[in-house]
């Protein structure tokens, strides 16, 4: 079972997981880039880790890249809120 497939993962950690980028856009907005790929990349880490690469790892990838194209936009929203109020 992936992730994706619980529900939990889907109403809890996502909301979560974008709440946190775009607190981490506003809190440091320098490079803020780095807080949508944050939730992200330690999940393919431990998925390549427990699974290898697999047969589908392309897809997946492909994937992963469209998946953290929002929450990288929520941590950009965050910088650009960050630098009207200083």
Known sequence: MEEWDN???????????????????VTYP???WRWG???WWLQHVY?????????????AIVFWTLMLLPFVALAKLGSRVS????
């Not at 993962?9 to 607190?23: D, K, M, Q, T, Y």
């Not at 998925?47 to 897809?59: A, K, V, Y």
């Not at 630098?83 to 200083?86: A, D, H, I, Q, V």
């Open 7 to 25: 529900a939990l993962f889907l109403w809890i950690v996502l909301p979560l997981a974008a709440a946190g980028s775009f607190i981490g856009g």
């Open 30 to 32: 320098g490079h803020s």
């Open 37 to 39: 790929l944050a939730p």
């Open 47 to 59: 998925m390549f880790g427990l699974h290898g690469l697999g047969n589908i790892w392309p897809i």
């Open 83 to 86: 630098g009207r109020r200083r």
